[in-house]
């Protein structure tokens, strides 16, 4: 079955303290990998896509990487406007391109 | 980046009204649109997805009679929770999705919806 699992549940940063937050994905075929941010009583905020093992993107402070198993978002130096909810999706070949979501990973950065 | 502009974005209304939610992407012809439910600190449940021009597919427990489902145009989706209860309050969010390559959802902002 196709599986999305991010962790930790919740991450609490001083401003400054680099950290990654880890997604785990089981697919039977992967078509692609998205990060989203989402702050509270807003929709999800599109980041980044990747779709094969090795790729990376960069934004600001963000970078997120792909192996066959799994995603890392890092975050460098972190402010405390990088506060959110930050999801892990995956798009599998099959089931007609279905999305997975994974539960999300709280952020907090503190000043 | 793509803009997907959702209607109205609070509603408070009395239980057994229907509230209808529009959801448009505006700068881009969205082959795919999808509805979701989100429960606090909780992600995305998916409640269906709507192409254009065809019936939306209803995820299991999701009752299709309840929330009803136009797909219209390229452009616009709307929901519809008919008569609707207390249970019924939530965060309601729609997203749309070209449907070339490898391409990603964009989210509207989200209907926060009250049934007292």
């Known amino acids: 079955e196709d599986q999305v699992t991010q962790s930790p549940e919740a991450l609490r940063l001083q401003e400054g303290e680099s950290s990654s937050l880890n997604c785990s994905y089981t697919?039977?075929?992967?078509?692609?990998l998205f990060w989203y941010r989402q702050d509270p009583g807003k929709g999800p905020e599109f980041l980044f896509t990747l779709y094969s093992a090795g790729e990376e993107k960069e934004k600001e402070r963000l970078k997120a990487t792909l192996t066959k198993k799994e995603s890392f978002l890092h975050i460098t130096a972190p402010k405390p406007e990088d506060s959110a909810t930050y999801l892990c999706?995956?798009?599998?070949?099959?089931?007609?391109?279905?999305?997975?979501f994974g539960a999300g990973t709280r952020l907090f950065v503190k000043a | 980046g793509a803009v997907v502009s959702q209607h109205p974005s609070r509603v408070i209304c009395k239980s057994g009204t229907s509230v209808k939610i529009e959801c448009r992407s505006l700068d881009f012809q969205a082959t795919t649109m999808f509805w979701y439910r989100q429960f606090p600190k909780q992600s995305l449940m998916l409640m269906a997805t709507s192409n254009e021009g065809s019936k939306a597919t209803y995820e299991q427990g999701v009752e299709k009679d309840k929330f009803l489902i136009n797909h219209a145009s390229l452009t616009l989706s709307t929901l519809t929770v008919t008569s609707a209860h207390p249970e019924d309050s939530s965060f309601y969010i729609c997203?749309?999705?070209?449907?070339?390559?490898?391409?990603?959802?964009?989210f509207g902002d989200g209907t926060r919806l009250s049934i007292l």
């Open positions: 697919v039977s075929g992967l078509r692609g």
């Open positions: 999706a995956v798009q599998a070949t099959t089931g007609g391109f279905k999305t997975i």
């Open positions: 997203s749309a999705r070209l449907d070339v390559s490898n391409q990603p959802q964009h």
